[in-house]
């Protein structure tokens, strides 16, 4: 009868052996999904974190692009002012010797002008010394008539006498 009794104590044992295996076999088990789903969740976290960090890349380039835009805009704004400046210093400089030109004209037309007041003036004077000549002529004329009348007189008073 002890044998019995040992024998069944051996069983149950034997069976609460068996039962603590396979509690520590569940036990296992569900340590390891615990920790699986763990991991998952940290894979999932770092995947998170990597979108996030590609999406600020994403934003980051995007912002770069759009400075890089308005760099070439600047850029293209700045030739096309230098284009103006250039334009508008090539018209002054063809205004300023539009002007020159018209300064010589007007300087040589005003020379032209003194050349012919010069030529009126000398030919005024060619004709006062003229006017002076033959009024000098006139007047010898004149005292030579009037010496011939005063010698006829007396050449009439001589021959009255």
Known sequence: RKLDQVQAAFKQAEAAAEEAKRALHEATSRENEAKAREADARAKEAD?????????A????AK???EEAKASEAEAK??????LTREAEAKASEAEAK??????KNRAD???????????????????AET?????EEAKARENEAKN?????????????
Do not use: Y
């Open 48 to 56: 998170a974190k990597a979108s996030e960090a590609d999406a600020r």
């Open 58 to 61: 994403k934003e980051a380039d």
């Open 64 to 66: 770069a692009r759009a």
């Open 78 to 83: 700045s030739r096309e002012a230098d284009a």
């Open 99 to 104: 002007n020159r030109e018209s300064d010589a």
């Open 110 to 128: 005003e020379a032209r002008s003194s050349e012919e007041e010069a030529k009126n003036r000398e030919s005024d004077a060619h004709a006062k």
């Open 132 to 136: 002076a000549r033959s009024s000098e």
């Open 149 to 161: 009348a005063e010698a006829e007189a007396r050449s009439k008073e001589d021959d009255a006498i």
